[in-house]
């Protein structure tokens, strides 16, 4: 199952909705049954490996199946770039390392099944009701909270530094895999994923990464070039993409159509099998980022799945 998702777009008011905080981290699914613990990224992949110090919830909840979103905190607020870190892992021995030296939690948002029925049909405020009766280890599993007045909490979040907001509609259903209406979010700044088609080496150290060629695919499924990202790319940063795009060199770009001069001049094809995500400032008439920010991995995202927001 993939987890529903939400709409960008003004934040609406009244009774109908109610509003909670965006988290800046990485949406999952966990699924608590007879088979033990399992957590699902929103692609689907199996990422319990990858988080072990999650798996205490199996000692709490018999049968579950929550959505919620995995945060790493750093200077008091969550952190996409550290807890990017953290998506790629799949050695259990290093994930714990990991986990102890800067363990992860989880705001927990919607209930879909428990003790065997289905909720999914059911209205959000039965689901969220659900949810609430549910006692959490509160050290890693905590029920992310929900407010009535959206512009308040749309101004707060930007205050402290948040990502932004999404409301819901309190009568809507759980519609797994689709981007719906009845979710709206509001961000602060634009974000974007996108896969990597190459990539240009830092003059006078031609083993760093200085900048990203980027691409989303249209609706056709076509990768299309929509830029290069170089800030935000630091030295730690650039070791963990060079090892990760070892052996995924081709000698063509994976782009479709021509690129300019400028946009090939020294760059590294490779298969396009790594998702990042970007902030930027809005796109161009030519399909362009605008001064896109590298941020981090998106281990959680499978690229044929990457579209422009």
Sequence with gaps: MHPMLATPGPQPVGADWVHEVKWDGMRVLADVSDS???LFSRS?????????????LGHYVQDALLDGEIILLAEGVPSFAALSERMHVDQASRAAELAEAAPVSVMSFDLLRLYGVDLLRRPWTERRASLDKLELPEHRWRHSPIYDDGPALLAATEEQGLEGVVAKRRRSVYQPGRRSADWIKTPHNKHQACVVGGWRPETGS?????ALLLG????????????RAGSGIG????ATLTHLLAGATRPDSPFDGELSRLDTLGSIWCDPQIVVE????????AARLRHPVY??????LDPKEVRRE
């Design 36 to 38: 033990g613990f399992r």
């Design 44 to 56: 689907g992949r199996d990422v319990t490996v990858s988080f072990p110090e999650l798996a205490v």
């Design 206 to 210: 031609p083993d760093k990464i200085g």
């Design 216 to 227: 989303v695919a249209d609706s056709d499924g076509r990768l299309m070039f929509c830029g």
């Design 235 to 238: 030295r730690h940063e650039s």
């Design 278 to 285: 970007v902030r930027h400032t809005g796109w161009t008439e």
């Design 295 to 300: 941020r981090g991995l998106r281990a959680d």
